[in-house]
T-cell receptor, first 113, second 110 residues
Framework: DQQVKQNSPSLSVQEGRISILNCDYT??????FLWYKKYPAEGPTFLISISSIKDKNEDGRFTVFLNKSAKHLSLHIVPSQPGDSAVYFCAASERGGSEKLVFGKGTKLTVNP | DVKVTQSSRYLVKRTGEKVFLECVQD?????MFWYRQDPGLGLRLIYF???????EKGDIPEGYSVSREKKERFSLILESASTNQTSMYLC?????????FGQGTRLTVV
């Protein structure tokens, strides 16, 4: 049973516009959520995280929103740049960032110039 | 600069071979993990370790074992490689806020 779901395998946006990547989870014990970016043939790179005590976290062009009642989080990238083209993974853990992470299947973002 | 280093970027092994994937972290972290990434399946946890000599099975441990003799090193072992173990293997070492990943090992079993 998939505990973390990214239902959109791919997303295409124009440079300068907003990219919104979505993630749903089923395990109510998850209390920490992260987004990773991955280029082909490289390891994932951490982007941003959010604890369940918050509903929003911002870091530069990246903002993560958490809706605990809906068990839904989203990553907003504004403005999108061609270098943002990559696969984005949503991940969750039950006891903070040092515990094992459960990953979604990923969304491939393409930002067109 | 924190580092998780995997010993090989690319490996090609034959079916039935015993394969060792090595991972070293320089952050003095207690926890280390091994994941594999396959297209359309995301990252799946194979094994993890919370301390030296300790190991626990993840979601897909079949066909794998691990070794953690020293805090900084976590090895993944494919006892008898099979073609369905062709994949990208990723080692991770988490802090309290994020998991740091190695660059990955692309393993092809022929």
């Amino acid at each position: 049973d998939q505990q973390v779901k990214q239902n959109s395998p791919s997303l295409s946006v124009q440079e300068g516009r907003i990219s919104i990547l979505n993630c749903d989870y089923t395990n109510s014990m998850f209390d920490y959520f992260l987004w990773y970016k991955k280029y082909p043939a490289e390891g994932p790179t951490f982007l941003i995280s959010i604890s369940s005590i918050k509903d929003k976290n911002e870091d530069g062009r990246f903002t993560v929103f958490l809706n605990k009642s809906a068990k839904h989080l989203s990553l907003h990238i504004v403005p999108s740049q061609p270098g943002d083209s990559a696969v984005y993974f949503c991940a969750a853990s039950e006891r903070g960032g040092s515990e094992k992470l459960v990953f979604g299947k990923g969304t491939k973002l393409t930002v067109n110039p | 600069d924190v580092k998780v280093t995997q010993s090989s970027r690319y490996l090609v092994k034959r079916t039935g071979e015993k394969v060792f994937l090595e991972c070293v972290q320089d952050m003095d972290h207690e926890n280390m993990f091994w994941y594999r990434q396959d297209p359309g399946l995301g990252l799946r946890l194979i094994y993890f370790s919370y301390d030296v000599k300790m190991k626990e099975k993840g979601d897909i441990p079949e066909g794998y074992s691990v070794s953690r003799e020293k805090k900084e090193r976590f090895s993944l072992i494919l006892e008898s490689a099979s073609t369905n173990q062709t994949s990208m293997y990723l080692c991770a070492s988490p802090s309290n806020t994020e998991a740091f990943f190695g660059q990955g090992t692309r393993l092809t079993v022929v």
